[in-house]
């Protein structure tokens, strides 16, 4: 809802404010964003100095208080008197470097504008606009925009600008969104990493200067994740104030985080400026992507919830589905033919599992990662009876075909690179640098566009694909298109070239599961989410590793988005040995999948694996609908996580390293009815035997020797059970954190007793206790 009272507007959600006011001369500044409140709070929040300090610079000489430095803001450019990072920069139509955009007027829509060359949040049946027209009196206008999502505590914001001079001019810096906060204690948590090693969280305080948190690679990173929060220093995972922002965008963009001397944060949340200008010609547009914000006083996870509902609702393409897959990257690599990838998939499919993904090396002259990206003709060499008996095959067995392409680059080994090699984005006097062995497709040329939806389209209106794992494994460079004549707009454009081709190929297929996949989470942003259902979190297959980086997307993408498949042990990024059973948990929470080679598995493995998919199928819906929240523990090396779905919740305990004589550890659910009963019980599984090594010799009636007989064969289909745990109590004593059963400590085994280890879990259900 939006409400307008003379030239203050109040953005109402089921459970925040956002005030804004126009200024006497013409500045829309920002009042208030937080817990929903009535009252106008333009007298408590406006920071009106009244006295003129000896560095401030007066906006009008009649009226020494009014200096733009002194207020928050709605957006801000450069020259007029507020040094604050600015949102807007540009060469004006008078040349200048100085803008002052003042209020035209307003208009409320019912409904959201979608962007013409970028994705966008769909709206919902209550979304209502405010457009802000503000002009600078050089001719050139800009339209603030903010959606209102109400029942989300979404506000959406992109902004427009339009030269309605007659002279050019150059955009150099358009943010999508700016949030002035008179509010000081604050930290921010954000997301960064590298490859095989993505979003791992870090939180720290805000100072006086300026934080940046950024991607220049040409994809949202795995580095510098586009989601950040800006919190309380007070605020818990469950408790206290949060905002949150992330963009729909997937190339260059930044959030700057800056606090000034004067107590107030600014947020900046936007599109790079570095390697970016956008020449406006008299009469023509340029849109911003679209930012979000929420709020929650919930605490982190308040605001994660936010995210991750909206992201359900408003941007993962409709009825998005998350199929139990098998991709063969990991067991066969490019070592594969159609005998192996229908080995594979038979055994896939005796476990359930519902898509057979083939992975790299099916296409052109692909016999390793050094030829072929760029051509689309089946390999020959690998599968001499081509794709489609392939695929007939795999779907005789009962099982849907995906398939891998990595459409956005070309080998020079390729034929594609011999027709065109102007086709790469490549400057006119430098050798162009390879990644992977590969070069970036200059995306920003119509023609390649073209080629890439031509080739893709064929391919799935050819054979029955109902699921595509689009890759993409090397960050830009070069960047110069002889398309343009500036070529700072190589990096937007490239990007605006890459939604159109997504739009032309999924827009018309929405049958198509599109998994995307960027060496890994190099690109995991609510850009992609527009189109793709999930996203491949990181080549880093090994369960420890995977804690971290699935623990940091949930601050900003539910379940459902974060691929996750159940590898090897030892792992083959890390060659750390873990449990089939804590492999499973972890990859339990996101959307399923195996990736390990099914051929070579004991039987007990087999049939380990084959209970664990059924597990996951039996509570998927869960999973992809239910809140999911991060919880507290009572001590180190702990990760516990918890899903709620019509009053049952799923819980996650895992611990990655073992210390001695260890206190007991407690679980720390939410959500419980402090006044009715529960019962709390562990998922059934396994530990394997050879955990216990010389141990075995005390419990059992005779000898076993390290190399010996028994070792090499019990193993394949015996295991002991893991501790069996049933706990009842109300909600308030559960909520108070419940006390597990006690670990193993240096001897004995019992059938209650916990036997985690390094990297050992435990799944667990709570259920309300029936009468
Ligand atoms: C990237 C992906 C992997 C796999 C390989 C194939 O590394 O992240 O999952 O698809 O490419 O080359």
């Not at 509010?183 to 590298?194: F, S």
């Not at 930044?254 to 936007?270: A, D, I, Q, S």
């Not at 006097?429 to 040329?445: A, I, S, W, Y």
């Not at 993409?472 to 990096?491: F, G, K, L």
């Amino acid at each position: 809802m939006i409400n307008v009272h003379q030239q203050t507007f109040h953005l109402i959600t089921d459970n925040t404010s956002y005030w804004l006011q126009i200024s006497d001369f013409g500045h829309p500044l920002h009042l208030y964003y937080g817990p929903r409140t009535l009252d106008d709070p333009h007298q408590s929040f406006v920071n009106n100095t009244q006295i003129e300090t000896g560095t401030t610079i007066k906006y009008h000489p009649d009226h020494t208080q009014y200096s733009l430095d002194h207020y928050g803001l709605e957006y801000s450019s450069q020259g007029r008197g507020d040094y604050r990072t600015p949102s807007f920069k540009a060469q004006m139509p008078d040349d200048s470097f100085v803008a002052d955009f003042r209020y035209v007027d307003y208009e409320i829509l019912d409904k959201k504008p979608t962007l013409s060359t970028l994705p966008s949040a769909r709206q919902s049946q209550q979304t209502q606009t405010l457009k802000i027209i503000l002009k600078d009196n050089t001719g050139v206008t800009m339209h603030l925009y903010y959606s209102v999502y109400e029942q989300e505590d979404f506000i959406s914001r992109c902004v427009v600008v339009l030269n309605d001079s007659d002279q050019d001019l150059i955009l150099h810096k358009v943010m999508s969104l700016q949030l002035d906060l008179l509010a000081d204690q604050l930290d921010i948590i954000t997301l960064h990493g590298d490859w095989a090693k993505e979003t791992h969280v870090q939180r720290h305080p805000l100072s006086i200067g300026t934080y940046q948190n950024q991607s220049r690679r040409g994809t949202s990173s795995n580095q510098h994740n586009p989601g950040v929060m800006v919190v309380g220093q007070q605020t818990t995972q469950h408790l206290g104030t949060a905002y949150g922002f992330n963009l729909l965008y997937s190339g260059n963009h930044k959030t700057e985080v800056e606090l000034n001397p004067h107590g107030y944060t600014r947020v900046l949340v936007g599109l790079n400026d570095d390697l970016f200008q956008w020449p406006l010609a008299p009469g023509s547009v340029f849109e911003s992507p679209e930012a979000l914000m929420t709020y929650s006083q919930k605490g982190i996870n308040g605001v994660s919830q936010n995210f991750h509902q909206f992201i359900r609702t408003h941007l993962l393409p409709l009825g998005h589905k998350h199929p139990v897959v098998y991709n063969n990257w990991e067991a066969t690599r490019f070592d594969f033919n159609h005998q192996k990838i229908v080995s594979l998939a038979k055994v896939a499919k005796s476990f359930d599992i519902e898509t057979f993904v083939l992975d790299d090396g099916w296409f052109g002259d692909r016999q390793s990662d050094h030829a072929g990206l760029g051509d689309y003709k089946v390999n020959t060499k690998r599968l001499p009876k081509g794709l489609k008996p392939l695929i007939e095959d795999i779907r005789a067995l009962g099982l849907d075909f995906g398939l891998w392409v990595e459409p956005e680059m070309v080998n020079q080994q390729s034929d594609l690179y011999q027709a065109y090699p102007e086709w790469v984005l490549r400057t006119p006097t430098k050798t162009p640098l390879e990644g992977r062995n590969q070069l970036v497709l200059d995306l920003c040329l119509k023609e390649v566009q073209d080629y890439i939806i031509h080739q893709l389209t064929t391919l799935l209106d050819t054979y029955p694909i109902s699921y595509i794992k689009w890759d993409m494994n090397r960050p830009q460079s070069d960047w110069y298109s002889p398309s343009v004549t500036n070529q700072a707009m190589v990096p937007h454009l490239y990007m605006i070239g890459l939604y159109r081709v997504l739009d032309e190929v999924f827009g018309q297929r929405p049958d198509v599961t599109l998994e995307m996949c960027a060496s890994g989470g190099n690109r995991f942003d609510l850009g992609m989410l527009c189109y793709a259902s999930q996203i491949w979190s990181s080549d880093n297959t090994d369960a420890g590793e995977r804690l971290k980086i699935q623990e940091g997307l949930t601050y900003f993408y539910p379940l459902c988005t974060i691929s996750n498949h159940l590898a090897a042990s030892p792992n083959p990024s890390t060659l750390r040995s873990i449990s089939l059973s804590t492999r499973f948990n972890v990859a339990f929470f996101g959307s399923y999948g195996l990736e390990l080679d099914i051929t070579d598995l004991n039987s007990l493995e087999k049939k380990i694996i084959k209970d664990q998919i059924q597990r996951y199928k039996q509570y998927r819906h869960h999973i992809e609908h239910g809140k999911f929240s991060r919880l507290e523990t009572n001590q180190d090396y702990r990760y516990s996580w918890q899903i709620e779905y019509e009053n049952e919740f799923l819980l996650g305990y895992f611990q990655t390293l073992y210390q001695s004589s260890p206190k007991f550890d407690k679980i720390y659910p939410v959500g419980l009815a402090s006044n009715k009963a529960y019962q709390v019980v562990s998922f059934p599984q396994k530990v394997e035997i050879q955990k216990f090594g010389a141990l075995l010799n005390h419990v059992l009636p005779f000898t076993i020797k390290k190399e010996g007989l028994f070792i090499k064969t019990v193993p394949n289909y015996y295991a002991l059970d893991d501790a069996s745990e049933t706990y009842r109590g109300s909600g308030a004593l559960l909520l108070n954190g419940l006390i597990l059963n006690q670990q193993f400590v240096s001897t004995g085994y019992r059938p209650d007793l916990r036997m985690l280890g390094d990297f050992g879990s435990t799944l667990y259900l709570i259920t309300e206790e029936k009468e």
